[in-house]
């Protein structure tokens, strides 16, 4: 039986297996959805596979494969929890960090658990209404490198558990979205996020950028300042540049603990 080597992380209570592999055949989909179970695995939202980069001047290349075995673009949280993974292994408390994902490359200022990430370009794309258990919905898609469907409102617990999975999987988005339950209050944005490939989780990195840019564009909050984006997990900090349209985000990182896992 092979052992697989991780360490666990979380961004946030978004949590992840991280594992160091020379190549992505090391770990699978059947893997990862066994490894995740939190029940009969060691439980997480996702793998993180860190890689050795294609470009030299990078410090790694990241692949992500959710819980259901799915393969996402992107995972803010995750990325932070990769360049903390990075940062311990070469020791340092500070400093910064390129690192390769599907989305493109992305630059990671590490300070102690905090970690500050240059999100890079996210595109408001506009307005959608979805029908939906006969119901007219209305909402915003935006991509972060990877898809989101931004709903704005008072959201009960029951209402995103029933809108979510049939929103990330509606025939308008072939490759399935992240759906995001947002409203704007106390000059923030309380947020809850149905991953594509999860379900609810505590926190959603890239979800959170891009429902600060559609708010942005919206005007329910500034430009060229950090918004306090709170997901149940507790608080991102995202700052939406008006003239490049970029996203950063700053939010913490933890490792939990290390194992092996027979597979």
Not at 176 to 199: C, K, P, S, Y
Request: one cysteine or more; charged letters at 20%; a negative charge.
């Amino acid at each position: 039986m092979a052992s697989v080597a991780f360490d666990k992380y979380e961004g946030l209570g978004n949590d992840f297996i991280v594992v160091a592999a020379h190549d992505e055949s090391t770990v699978d989909a059947a893997f990862a959805r066994r490894v995740c179970d939190r029940h009969f695995g060691v439980g997480a939202d996702g793998v993180l596979l860190v890689l050795p980069p294609r470009d030299a001047t990078r410090a790694a290349r990241m692949k992500v494969i959710n819980a259901d075995g799915s393969v996402p673009e992107m995972c803010g949280n995750g990325l932070r929890c990769v360049a903390l993974h990075l940062a311990r292994a070469r020791r340092l408390d500070r400093g910064e960090l390129h690192i390769e994902t599907g989305a493109g490359d992305r630059a990671c200022e590490i300070a102690g658990d905090q970690v500050t990430v240059d999100m890079g370009l996210v595109t408001v794309v506009g307005p959608r209404e979805l029908v939906v258990d006969g119901e007219m919905v209305a909402s915003t898609l935006a991509d972060a490198g990877n898809p989101h469907a931004i709903l704005f409102g008072d959201f009960s617990r029951e209402r995103v558990e029933r809108l979510g999975p049939q929103i990330a999987t509606h025939v308008a988005f072939a490759a399935g979205t992240n759906v995001e339950f947002a409203r704007v209050a106390g000059g923030g944005i309380d947020l809850v996020v149905w991953e594509r490939g999860v379900g609810i989780t505590l926190a959603c990195g890239t979800g959170a950028c891009a429902t600060a840019a559609v708010a942005c564009s919206a005007e329910l909050v500034p430009y060229d300042q950090a918004v306090d984006v709170r997901l149940p997990g507790g608080t991102l900090f995202v700052t939406i540049e008006q003239a490049t349209g970029r996203a950063i985000m700053r939010g913490p990182a933890r490792h939990v603990f290390r194992g092996s896992y027979d597979f």
